[in-house]
């Protein structure tokens, strides 16, 4: 039968310690009305506020506290759209950055959110291409900032769903280990666990395939080798990296 498979990712990828500071050029040409998207703590980013600030830009906070709920991307989408924002950034974990991308999706879009979920909604395609969106993940495990699905729950229909598009893989990934410092040593074993979760269930997927496969092994090495010193020492930039 041979070998098949298709690979797809953010556009681009941009790791290292400090590389947060490269935010405000990666921005340039992209419009200077900036949704910033972060956690319940939103002085964790007032660095990067202050940056884009001194750098002209504008920014708008919108605060993502829990899992992405449909009235909260609804209102996210309401705010971007009233301050007329010409580009997305997700600062935080998994959550905030899969928040970030639906808004991002769903700004140019007409219609309402149900209108493209699945299961629950009509599943309809996105017509217009989203935002400009860089996500900024500060904890280690989810891998929302390189995928092109957002996983929203509904109160109402009591259940979690996607929105989902090729047009949803982020434009860049902002990966800098400097970031996860901060993360408590419950947190930085939990998601540090969820990492090495997706990791194994690919590798043993009916579904795995050679290129990918190169990525489970080095990273289960790597995770082996780091995890244990970074809960313990979350000061170590070598394990946080």
Same mark, same amino acid.
Do not use: W
């Given at each position: 039968m ?43 980013? =007032?660095?990067?506020?202050e940056?884009?600030e001194?750098?002209?830009?504008? #920014?708008? $906070? ?5 899992? @992405? /709920? ?17 580009a ?32 629950i ?14 996500a ?11 995928? =092109? ?11 979690? #769903?996607? $929105?989902?598009?090729?047009?949803m893989? @982020? /434009? ?51 995770i ?12 170590d930039?070598?394990?946080r990296?």
């Amino acid at each position: 039968m041979g070998i098949n498979f298709e690979f797809a990712t953010a556009t681009q990828i941009i790791f290292g310690n400090g590389t947060v500071s490269r935010v405000p050029q990666l921005l340039q040409g992209m419009g200077k009305n900036i949704l910033l998207v972060t956690g319940k703590n939103p002085g964790r980013a =007032k660095f990067l506020t202050e940056n884009l600030e001194t750098e002209g830009f504008s #920014v708008f $906070l919108f605060q993502v506290e829990k899992e @992405p /709920d449909t009235e909260m991307i609804s209102n996210g989408v309401n705010l971007a759209r009233e301050k007329d924002c010409d580009a997305v950034l997700g600062f935080g974990g998994g959550s905030v950055i899969d928040s970030a991308k639906a808004i991002a999706a769903l700004v140019p879009n007409k219609g309402e959110l149900l209108d493209y979920l699945e299961v629950i909604g009509k599943g309809k395609k996105l017509e217009e291409k989203p935002l400009p969106f860089i996500a900024i993940p500060t904890t280690a495990g989810t891998g929302a900032e390189v995928t =092109k699905n957002s996983v929203i729950h509904s109160p109402e229909h009591h259940v979690k #769903v996607s $929105l989902r598009s090729p047009l949803m893989f @982020p /434009d860049v990934a902002v990966v800098d280990p400097e970031l996860t410092l901060s993360m408590p040593p419950e947190i930085t074993a939990t998601t540090g666990m969820d990492a090495l979760t997706h990791l194994l269930e690919t590798f043993v997927s009916n579904q795995s395939n050679p290129f990918i496969d190169v990525f489970c092994r080095e990273g289960m090495h790597r995770i082996s080798s780091s995890l244990k010193r970074a809960y313990e020492n979350g000061d170590d930039k070598h394990a946080r990296e």
